[in-house]
């Protein structure tokens, strides 16, 4: 009963601070970015490019270790940069529910995800999936880009983060233990090759 209540304490909020209409106020737009990587670095462009359940938000998170580190607020028709480490990484974003994304990530590469707004019991809920290279149409990639306003986090949405830390590492719990029973080919993964 208790996670329960904690479970949509952590909806209601999601839903009523972070903001509606595709767009909230504890994130920020960022001036014309521009998130080429460094030679030590690889950059991943979460990008919500639909806006189905545009009232209401995904939150990104990069899993390490125990830690859930905040990506940024994704809302429709935007798009947040994660400037990161090379290496294995487990994605996770969060909605109604909370699902997640293998990624191995190569220095001085781009790689591109879409978070995908799915129907849920009460609101939406969120897919990350991969831009494959070897397999997106290129010109979608772009109109997706074009599509999308960049983003990044401030204050506010660190604090936000914060707060939410508990209910956020529940539902990671939660989910995750469902997801890992999903067969290797419904795990979705960013591969060193899909870098641009």
């Known amino acids: 009963m208790k996670k329960n209540i904690l479970f949509f304490s952590l909806l209601i909020t999601v839903f009523l601070l972070v903001g509606c209409a595709g767009s909230t106020r504890l994130m920020k737009p960022a001036d014309d970015a521009s998130y080429e990587p460094l030679a030590d670095k690889a950059v991943v462009i ?3 490019p639909q806006t189905l359940g545009f009232a ?5 998170y990069d899993i390490i270790g125990n830690e859930n580190k905040l990506v940024g607020i994704v ?10 480490n090379p290496g ?13 994304m293998k990624a191995d990530l190569t220095a001085g590469k781009t790689y591109y995800a879409l978070v995908t707004p799915r129907m849920g019991w009460n609101k939406a809920r969120f ?3 991969p831009v494959q290279k070897n397999q997106v149409n290129l010109s979608n990639l772009e109109s997706w880009k074009k599509a999308c306003i960049f983003t990044e986090n401030t204050e506010s949405s660190r604090q936000w983060a914060e707060k939410h830390a508990r209910n956020v590492e529940g539902m990671r719990v939660r989910y995750y233990e469902k997801w890992k ?3 290797k080919e419904n795990q979705p993964s960013l591969k060193p090759e899909d870098g641009f």
């Open 46 to 48: 979460f990008m919500r």
């Open 56 to 60: 209401v938000q995904s939150v990104a």
């Open 75 to 84: 809302s429709a028709k935007k798009k947040v940069a994660y400037i990161t």
């Open 88 to 100: 294995e990484h487990l994605f996770m974003v969060i909605g109604e529910s909370a699902d997640f």
């Open 127 to 129: 897919s990350l999936t």
């Open 181 to 183: 029973q999903k067969p």
